[in-house]
């Protein structure tokens, strides 16, 4: 398992989807320390100067460690919530830079067994802070066909491009466009439906 800490086990499958998502993606376990941080993670903290934050570094730390002071609060009850209730927790956040202005969304799965937290961050604006032109958003993602391919779990949007690319489109979940068809992106699939095991197999 790459990056991952000895307290969680979990299907080699599930985190070789989870290494290549363009998502930056971490597993947090019961103690809400960092058990798995995927290649995203390296690649976000090496744009961003962030040479002790690679995940080398990070793993077996407690995230509440690496967070601001007036957000421990917040995200301490989320995640243990998240935890003890069994259910999905989602919000979005900033986390620009000087020279851009970045929001994510954030997608928190609880793993009963063994107990452990997914945590999604899928880039949702990402431009300078000058005002910029962007093309219409369905440009992006719709085929040659017509189609928009929208995961029926976390709802991010495929790239028509970059199909390895899922991404987090607001303007989506409030007005859908025409044309959606609804897929399922790697990570969701590997979560969901996860693959079963042959008991009859020795």
Same mark, same amino acid.
């Given at each position: ?100 202005? #970045? ?30 032109? #962007? ?68």
């Amino acid at each position: 398992m790459k990056g991952a800490s000895d307290s969680i086990v979990c299907d080699d499958a599930l985190i070789d989807e989870f290494e290549n998502d363009r998502s930056v993606i971490y597993l947090l376990d019961n103690n809400l320390r960092i058990a798995y941080c995927n290649k995203a993670w390296d690649e976000f903290a090496e744009r961003n100067g962030g040479v002790k934050l690679q995940r080398t570094e990070q793993v077996r730390r407690r995230v509440l460690d690496s967070t601001a002071e007036p957000l421990k609060a917040f995200y301490r009850s989320a995640f243990e919530r998240a935890l003890a209730e069994h259910q999905p927790w989602e919000h979005l956040y900033e986390c620009s830079s000087p020279g851009l202005y #970045r929001e994510f969304h954030m997608q928190v799965l609880p793993v009963q067994a063994p107990p452990c937290l997914v945590v999604v961050n899928s880039l949702v604006i990402e431009k300078t802070h000058e005002r910029v032109t #962007r093309p219409p958003l369905t440009a992006l993602y719709r085929t040659s066909g017509g189609v928009i391919s929208m995961c029926m779990h976390c709802r991010r949007t495929r790239r028509s491009e970059e199909p390895d690319v899922w991404d987090w489109v607001p303007d989506f979940e409030a007005s859908p466009p025409d044309g959606v068809s609804h897929g399922l992106c790697p990570t969701c699939f590997f979560y969901y439906y996860p693959p079963v095991k042959d008991s009859t197999r020795k």
